[in-house]
């Protein structure tokens, strides 16, 4: 209830709750009330400075905070764009004096993209924003889209980048087509890349219309059309102006015209001819439409009889036409003209043509009245056929020749005549084809026995154009095949190679030219031959050294070489089951022998030879018999003498190192007395012996013999003999023991953990020594898996289910009266490795990583440590280990991922070639760091601010967490915003930060 500008004095008391009033106190200095005034003061929000983005069909909201007195005029505003009727625009009080204005657009689409502007006004001042919106939506239209380079069966389509791209890159353009009769649109392409693209396979004659849409990642946008439909059809020019425009036949009251179809139609067809006239007398009035027509005559009829005219003809085309050709002025009156022909048009008097060709000879005719027309050839009248036709008309006289044939050529005569006169023109016809046959006979310069050289003379007729070349053939079987030598002979010479000797060629020769090969000139005939002869067949052909995949041929000279030195030898085999030779090596050999390689095991071969001189080959040499391509037998090995008696001697051997391609089915073995003279090797046994061990028995006392074995295979072949033993005496004897391991064992033996271990023995000696067995220096300790078999003199220790601990030597022993023997095997059970070494630490342990350490095991399980694998276990999950790695190499590795705080477990386990072994358990760790985060630093102080700047202070947190303070972060928020924004990107070391780019 002030008064503006009443000055006022102002003083206030106070109020107790038992009414007491208290002294005044009163405002100092005299205050008059007035409106208080403000210029518009703008506070944007940071986000609203950023270009903003909304998706296609959300709410649109842009607002900016303002103080201001008093309220202003607001303005918001958007080229290209409707906001009073698309958007809602208000103002809404914050707070005291802070006020905020705002537009809001329901289901924003891509034509709100862009840049609003927001303006206000009042008497103290004026403030404007603005604000850069991005909408996510579909493109807009690529338009302009034009249709250029229009053909009869394709059209280039172009457009341009739409100016809204809805917020995202366009990914391509999808583009459309439909025909005029049509309402459905068809695919031509997606994914184009390139504002044009080439629409192919179109209709001649039919209308299209095209379409383009961009695309985006929210998918095509906005179509771009063409407006008309377009013609598919080559472009077309006017044609050029009809030919031989001329008056064939003027009356009192009529003129007949003629004329000839344009050269170029324009790139269209003709498709009619406008005829227009002129009356000279009334050239003012201009030319007049007669008619339009699709003949290449008219007859104006009509005339005014002795009046002038002059006559035009224009050729049409689809789109455009001609320049009219014209004739005249002419007077309506009788016309005579003589007879003759128009040559203007022709190239000449001479006609050339391809042989079996048509040809087609037009004259065209003058002369009023028609002429008579006839065409001469020779003395006489042309006589026509069905090849040769002639046909005239008041236009022009055609002579019309099908498939023409050289016979055809020569010179013409033509004659026109009428009562007012004759001409006569002669043309001449210039048939072209392929060239007469080559002129013979055909020489033979030169024959060899692999070649022969011919000559012959060019054709006398070369068919209109120059000889390219000859075309040479062979026959070797009279004339019934002929076979190409060459087709680019370019003299008329020519060397045959690789011909056959001793067989008879005929040769045909013919000319080529542009137009084609002409007829051949055949040759007599001729035989490819030496002067000398083959040498005869070798002699005596000998098959050694026989293998099982090689044989060596022998043989000797041929008694007569055929006059010229024998060069080499050709060896040639055959199988027993083929009947086809074929040769043992590529090319001849010098020499008079051969390895014969690569035979397949087990097949019969048979061999023949043949020489060769410079006449050729001979005939082939007798062949040398089957011989079976096997490995000879080899002699049985390590033949000895185990035991003497006085009537008796025990041998025993090994088996052959070669079998002969067939396994050994026996021996035999044979005797002979060494003192006795002429003494003969003689059988032990009947038959074979199918062990690798016999006792020769019925000697005799005191006599010396020796011993030979033999092998014999299933294919009952016999293998060689061995080397004889040494003498051997019948008498008793005393031995003392031997021990040896079995063909099968080895001084070291590896076998796998939970496999049988069988060590198999034999032992000798007289009288029969007693036998022990050892593990290292312990007797060996019998058990349920241990098991010792005796066969004869020989003992086997069989160790069912072996484990690792069965590692060691074995020591077979064997001791009678007259000493000891022993043998020994190392054997190794291979399995999983053992524990790693513990304890298993974890150490440099962080929030996400811990370092293990191991040592390896104490047992490697008999096979080298591959690799160890990593196993976690969270507490909280107990069992449910996760594999780390599987590839550590080393016996430490760092364990990577782990989550802050949580509670893990770590095993090792150690693997070899036979897999992993048992593990190496952890104790529990926690994934933290050994210090914690500092708590936060004392309440910010602002000082020594100014309109743009102000230095912020504070203290160090209490505690440090363990850990020394690296630096800190400082944020700031406006009064109105809602969120902190960081101010330093890098952290601040001290404890006092100045800080610039503040709004006043």
């Not at 090319?587 to 410079?614: F, H, I, M």
């Not at 036998?771 to 020989?794: A, F, H, N």
Request: hydrophobic letters at 35%; one cysteine or more.
């Amino acid at each position: 209830e002030l008064k503006e500008e009443q000055p006022y004095r102002i003083r206030v008391r106070a109020i107790n709750e038992g009414g007491s009033v208290g002294d005044p106190k009163e405002l100092p200095g005299i205050v008059a009330p007035r409106d208080m005034v403000e210029p518009p003061q703008l506070h944007m929000d940071a986000m609203m400075k950023r270009a903003v983005t909304f998706k296609g069909g959300d709410q649109l909201r842009l607002w900016c905070n303002f103080r201001a007195r008093p309220m202003p005029e607001i303005v918001w505003e958007k080229d290209d764009s409707d906001l009073e009727n698309r958007a809602k625009i208000e103002t809404i009080e914050v707070t005291n004096q802070l006020w905020c204005t705002q537009l809001i657009i329901e289901g924003c689409d891509r034509r709100d993209a862009g840049k609003f502007n927001m303006s206000m006004e009042n008497s103290e001042g004026v403030g404007s924003a603005s604000f850069i919106v991005k909408v996510l939506d579909t493109p807009g239209a690529p338009l302009p889209i034009k249709v250029m380079e229009i053909t009869a069966t394709s059209a280039m389509v172009t457009w341009t980048v739409p100016e809204k791209d809805g917020g995202r890159n366009i990914s391509g353009y999808t583009l459309e087509i439909r025909e005029q009769s049509r309402r459905t649109w068809k695919t031509v392409a997606d994914n184009i890349y390139k504002t044009n693209y080439r629409v192919p396979k179109l209709v001649e004659g039919n209308h299209y219309y095209f379409r383009v849409m961009a695309v985006n990642d929210y998918g095509p946008g906005l179509p771009a059309e063409t407006t008309e439909p377009i013609l598919a059809m080559d472009p077309v020019d006017a044609p050029e102006s009809p030919r031989n425009l001329r008056l064939t036949e003027v009356t009192p009251h009529t003129v007949s015209l003629a004329w000839m179809k344009p050269e170029f139609d324009g790139g269209s067809r003709v498709t009619s001819y406008l005829i227009e006239v002129l009356q000279t007398s009334q050239e003012d009035m201009g030319w007049v439409r007669l008619t339009t027509l699709s003949l290449t005559r008219y007859t104006a009829t009509e005339l005014t009889e002795f009046e002038e005219y002059k006559f035009r003809v224009s050729a049409l085309n689809v789109g455009a036409q001609s320049i009219p050709a014209e004739v005249g002025p002419v007077v309506c009156k009788e016309l005579i003209i003589p007879a003759g022909f128009d040559m203007t048009e022709l190239k000449g008097d001479t006609f050339t043509v391809k042989e079996g060709k048509d040809l087609s000879v037009v004259l065209p005719l003058v002369g009023v009245p028609k002429p008579k027309v006839t065409w001469l050839r020779g003395l006489g009248k042309l006589r026509e056929s069905d090849s040769v036709v002639v046909k005239t008309n008041h236009v022009q006289t055609t002579m019309l020749v099908r498939k023409i044939r050289k016979a055809d050529g020569g010179k013409y005569m033509v004659q026109a005549e009428n009562h007012a006169g004759t001409s006569t023109v002669e043309i001449h016809i210039k048939v072209l084809g392929r060239p007469a046959p080559p002129v013979g006979p055909v020489a033979f310069d030169e024959i060899c026995p692999d070649s022969i050289s011919i000559s012959w003379q060019p054709p006398t007729e070369d068919g209109g154009a120059s000889i390219n070349n000859y075309v040479v053939e062979k026959s070797d079987n009279r004339g019934v095949s002929w076979v190409y030598v060459s087709s680019s002979v370019k003299r008329t010479a020519l060397r045959v190679p690789k011909l056959v000797e001793g067989t008879e060629y005929l040769f045909r020769i013919s000319a080529e030219n542009k137009f084609g090969v002409g007829d051949p000139l055949k040759s007599g005939s001729a035989v490819a031959k030496h002067p000398f002869d083959p040498p005869s067949p070798p002699l005596h052909i000998q098959v050694s050294d026989v293998t099982k995949e090689s044989m060596r041929i022998t043989w000797d000279k041929p008694a007569d070489d055929g006059g010229s030195e024998v060069t080499g030898y050709m060896v040639e085999k055959k199988e027993r089951t083929s009947s086809r030779w074929m040769r043992v090596t590529r090319y001849p050999v010098k020499k008079c022998e051969v390895q014969a390689a690569g035979l397949n095991v087990g097949s019969e071969y048979d061999y023949r030879v043949c020489a060769v001189n410079a006449a050729g080959a001979s005939q082939y040499s007798e062949p040398s018999g089957l011989v079976l391509a096997v490995d000879p037998v080899s002699p049985p090995q390590n033949v000895r003498v185990l035991a003497v008696t006085r009537a008796s001697v025990t041998l025993a051997w090994h088996a052959p190192l070669t079998d002969g391609g067939a396994r050994i089915v026996g021996y035999i073995v044979e005797r002979k007395e060494k003192d006795k003279e002429n003494a003969q090797w003689v059988y032990c046994h009947p038959g074979i012996v199918n062990t690798r061990e016999y006792v020769v028995k019925g000697l005799i006392k005191e006599h010396r013999y020796e011993f030979r074995i033999r092998a014999k295979n299933a294919a009952g072949i016999l293998g060689h003999y061995s080397d004889p033993t040494i003498p051997v005496l019948c008498k008793d004897d005393i031995s003392p023991p031997k021990a040896q391991l079995d063909v099968n064992l080895k001084n070291q033996m590896t076998y796998q953990a939970g496999r049988n271990i069988e060590l198999t023995m034999h032992f000798a000696g007289k009288p029969e020594p007693s036998t022990e067995w050892q593990i290292g220096r312990k007797p060996l300790m019998r058990s349920d898996r241990t098991t010792i078999v005796k066969k004869g003199k020989t003992r086997t220790l069989l160790i069912k289910n072996c484990v690792r601990a069965d590692t060691g030597r074995y020591t077979f022993t064997v001791k009678n009266d007259h000493g000891e023997a022993s043998v020994s095997v190392d054997v190794n059970v291979q399995s999983v490795p053992g524990v790693p070494l513990g304890p298993l630490k974890v150490s440099d342990v962080t929030p996400e990583n811990c370092i293990l350490t191991w040592d390896a095991p104490a047992d490697n399980g008999g096979l080298p440590i591959t690799n160890y694998i990593i196993d976690k276990c969270d507490v909280k999950v107990p069992g449910a280990w996760i594999k780390v790695s599987a590839a550590v190499r080393k016996t430490t590795h760092k364990v990577t991922k782990l989550k802050h705080k949580d509670t893990y477990i770590f095993r090792v386990r150690a693997v070899n070639y036979n897999g992993p072994g048992e593990p190496l358990v952890s104790e529990p760790i926690v994934a933290k760091h050994s210090f914690d985060v500092p708590t936060a630093p004392s309440k910010p102080v602002i000082k020594e601010v100014t309109a743009e700047t102000c230095v912020v202070t504070w203290q160090p947190p209490e505690s440090d967490g363990g850990n020394e303070i690296i630096g800190y972060v400082v944020e700031r928020k406006e009064h109105s915003a809602m969120r902190w924004q960081r101010i330093n990107r890098a952290l601040v070391k001290d404890t006092e930060l100045a800080h610039e780019d503040l709004t006043e």
